[in-house]
């Protein structure tokens, strides 16, 4: 079983920065993927960026260049760092990991105001 925490969202005006952390806890195996997801209102949940432990990543075109998807298997933790932030950041922020099956966090909220 793997349950995973958010921390580090908030209100943060256009163009300011916030740092998304997840820590992972449980039976975690090596090889697997972690991810930050975002829904906003009336919107699907949405891809925002992988990694794989081995460092791979992958990001939604609207965040490239902005934002950065990093992880720390020691510490079983994978990072969202969000710079330049825009109004249609707002969302609710999950974490991800698949290994096998998608395990998610509960879910942190940030909102950008113009």
């Known amino acids: 079983q793997v349950q995973l925490v958010e921390s580090g969202g908030g209100l943060v005006q256009a163009g300011g920065s916030l740092r998304l952390s997840c820590a992972a806890s449980?039976?975690?195996?090596?090889?697997?993927?972690m991810g930050w997801y975002r829904q906003a209102p009336e919107k699907q949940r949405e891809l925002v960026a992988r990694?794989?432990?081995?460092?791979?990543?992958d990001y939604a075109d609207s965040v490239k260049g902005r934002f950065t998807i990093s992880r720390d298997n020691a510490k079983n933790t994978v990072y969202l760092q969000m710079n330049s932030l825009k109004p249609e950041d707002t969302a609710v922020y999950y974490c991800?990991?698949?290994?096998?099956?998608?395990?998610w966090g509960q879910g942190t909220q940030v909102t950008v105001s113009s």
């Open positions: 990694i794989t432990r081995g460092g791979s990543t």
């Open positions: 991800n990991l698949h290994f096998v099956n998608d395990y």
């Open positions: 449980g039976r975690i195996f090596s090889g697997n993927v």
